[in-house]
T-cell receptor, first 112, second 113 residues
Framework: DARVTQTPRHKVTEMGQEVTMRCQPI?????VFWYRQTMMQGLELLAY????????DSGMPKDRFSAEMPDATLATLKIQPSEPRDSAVYFC??????????FGPGTRLTVL | GENVEQHPSTLSVQEGDSAVIKCTYS??????FPWYKQELGKRPQLIID?????GEKKDQRIAVTLNKTAKHFSLHITETQPEDSAVYFC????????????FGPGTRLSVLP
């Protein structure tokens, strides 16, 4: 049963530190999304890639967030420097040629 | 861009009753409308979807209806069970691949035994 994986599952860090979250999409899925989920904002799209090319990162604060796909099996989301308002659950999701998004388990980030 | 609204934000029903969640969207070009269920502490998972060339779709106790003219679509759950308790998100997509969709804010459904 193929699944999207994310690491770490939980991260607690102090304000100002760099945070890197990783996602392994389902093998063969060519489109990868990053979402942020908070109680107040629901599921917000941060960025997405198709065939490793960034298509839309308009939802991401550019001054501190960056998203990359170094290869087809790895997507990364970095926050530098982190701030308390970045505390949220970050989900990665992947899609093949269809439209069903398969979400990873999420990374719960707490910035103190 | 697309804007999706969802009502109600919370819904409590007695076990066995029906639940209805309604969404509206703004972009008339949207053509794909999925519904995702997220249990507490878990990942969102697709439960049903509908495309713009169909007015209704049913899968066991779950059904979705779409009114393109009014730009709204609804999720209907019949004979609710405690395991239906979760947050439900609707979404709408207008991109060519139907993959980049905008989510509604979610409805927290509680099924009371």
């Amino acid at each position: 049963d193929a699944r999207v994986t994310q690491t770490p599952r939980h991260k607690v860090t102090e304000m100002g530190q760099e945070v890197t979250m990783r996602c392994q999409p389902i093998l063969g899925h060519n489109t990868v999304f990053w979402y942020r989920q908070t109680m107040m904002q629901g599921l917000e799209l941060l960025a997405y890639f198709r065939n490793r090319a960034p298509l839309d990162d308009s939802g991401m604060p550019k001054d501190r967030f960056s998203a990359e796909m170094p290869d087809a099996t790895l997507a990364t989301l970095k926050i530098q420097p982190s701030e308390p308002r970045d505390s949220a659950v970050y989900f990665c999701a992947s899609v093949n040629r269809g439209q069903t998004k398969f979400f990873g388990p999420g990374t719960r980030l707490t910035v103190l | 861009g697309e804007n999706v609204e969802q009502h109600p934000s919370t819904l409590s029903v007695q076990e066995g009753d029906s639940a209805v969640i309604k969404c509206t969207y703004s972009d008339s070009a949207s053509n794909y409308f999925p519904w995702y269920k997220q249990e507490l502490g878990k990942r969102p998972q697709l439960i049903i979807d509908i495309r713009s060339n169909v007015g209704e779709k049913k899968d066991q106790r779950i059904a979705v209806t779409l009114n393109k003219t009014a730009k709204h679509f609804s999720l209907h759950i019949t004979e609710t069970q405690p395991e239906d308790s979760a947050v439900y998100f609707c979404a709408a997509s207008s991109d060519n691949y139907g993959q980049n969709f905008v989510f509604g804010p979610g409805t927290r459904l509680s099924v009371l035994p």
